[in-house]
């Protein structure tokens, strides 16, 4: 049981310090393959459910962003599409935007999964 806890931490530890998209076979790389595919795929999948991940499925490979934690509700995340940088942002205008969506919408979004795509200043110049 120790054993199994020391692989989630090493894996939660490589996927914390992902500044990009990966994929199960990077963290299966970046682990020296010293944890088995089988192992990183099913402690991300539950990653996903817990909403600490973001999955994203692109030429019929999935790929992953580590969502960090907030303790409010007023965050969402910025995503390069050309770098891929996912940037953690906490500002009080979202909840404009999530009234607006119930109010007019009758649809209530998710607060921990809000990604709005566009490309980064670095990327812009």
């Avoid at 020391?6 to 010293?34: A, G, H, M």
């Avoid at 992953?64 to 907030?70: D, K, P």
């Avoid at 979202?94 to 709005?116: G, M, P, V």
Wanted: charged content about 30%; aromatic content about 12%.
């Amino acid at each position: 049981m120790t054993y199994n806890t020391k692989q989630k931490d090493k894996i939660l530890d490589i996927i914390k310090n992902k500044t990009k998209e990966f994929s199960v076979y990077d963290i299966y790389l970046d682990l020296n393959k010293e944890v088995g595919e089988t192992t990183i795929y099913r402690y991300i999948n539950k990653l996903v459910e817990a909403n600490k991940l973001e999955k994203i499925v692109r030429d019929n490979t999935s790929y992953y962003q580590y969502l960090s934690s907030c303790d409010n509700n007023n965050h969402f995340y910025l995503k390069c599409e050309r770098c891929g940088k996912l940037i953690h942002i906490d500002c009080d205008c979202i909840n404009e935007f999530y009234s607006h969506i119930s109010d007019r919408h009758n649809f209530i979004l998710n607060k921990n999964r809000i990604i709005i795509y566009g490309i980064c200043n670095k990327c812009n110049l």
